[in-house]
């Protein structure tokens, strides 16, 4: 098993440019949330889709918006690029164990914006 | 606004030692506390996880005290090892999947 898997590993933008990030989850995993991390931060949740559809929607502007295939892989976009963006993006797949849903995450597309 | 509160910041422990990190809450409505270990270029990783109707959950040489009333809980590393040297974050999160994580703290610990 691959495990969570994300593409682009590194990219650099430049101000006003667009991004597009993706992830596969892991094999069985059909809910998939999206992470910011700033440098030495926590990671801030940015939304979550699952059958497809936007489930949850942290505190992110609209210039953040994503998608979800009907194979459970996931996009994360981002307009208009700020220097501000410039983080660790992650990806993580959720599994029900439990009673509740634990995360597994992906290694993370470092995004640059210059 | 943090919602979940993390310190400290960083820990230098001797090998051997006991690291122990604490977190704090305000949301009554959390009804899990995961705890995550980052090392440098990767993903964060599950370490160990509690229900507020527990008090204490240990797994191997990791163990999380819960206290409710307190809305705090924390996490302590028994025996630590260089292995060990990471960033751990704490994390909470209420019906509903969006995860809450604190600031992270970063551990070194010395042979």
């Known amino acids: 098993d691959a495990g969570v898997t994300q593409s682009p590993t590194h990219l650099i933008k430049t101000r006003g440019q667009q991004v597009t990030l993706r992830c596969s989850p892991k094999?069985?995993?059909?809910?998939v949330s999206w992470y910011q991390q700033a440098l030495g931060q926590g990671p801030q949740f940015i939304f979550q889709y699952y059958e497809e559809e936007e489930r949850q929607r942290g505190n992110f502007p609209d210039r953040f918006s994503g998608h979800q295939f009907p194979n459970y892989s996931s996009e994360l976009n981002v307009n208009a690029l700020l220097l501000g963006d410039s983080a660790l993006y992650l990806c993580?797949?959720?599994?029900?164990?439990?009673?509740?849903?634990?995360?597994?995450f992906g290694p993370g597309t470092r995004l640059t914006v210059l | 606004q943090q919602q979940v509160k993390q310190s400290p910041q960083s820990l230098i422990v001797q090998k051997g030692g006991i690291s122990i990190i604490n977190c704090a809450y305000e949301?009554?409505?959390?009804?899990?506390f995961p705890w995550y270990q980052q090392f440098p270029g990767k993903g964060p990783a599950l370490l160990i996880a509690?229900?507020?109707?527990?008090s204490e959950k240990k797994e191997g040489r990791f163990t999380i005290s819960f206290n409710k009333s307190a809305k705090q809980f924390s996490l302590h590393i028994m025996d630590s090892q260089p292995g060990d040297s990471a960033t751990y974050f704490c994390a909470a999160r209420p019906p509903g999947n969006q995860f809450y994580f604190g600031t992270g703290t970063s551990l070194t610990v010395i042979p």
């Open positions: 094999s069985g995993h059909d809910t």
């Open positions: 509690i229900r507020p109707d527990v």
């Open positions: 949301n009554t409505a959390f009804d899990y």
């Open positions: 993580a797949s959720l599994e029900l164990a439990g009673g509740f849903h634990e995360q597994f």
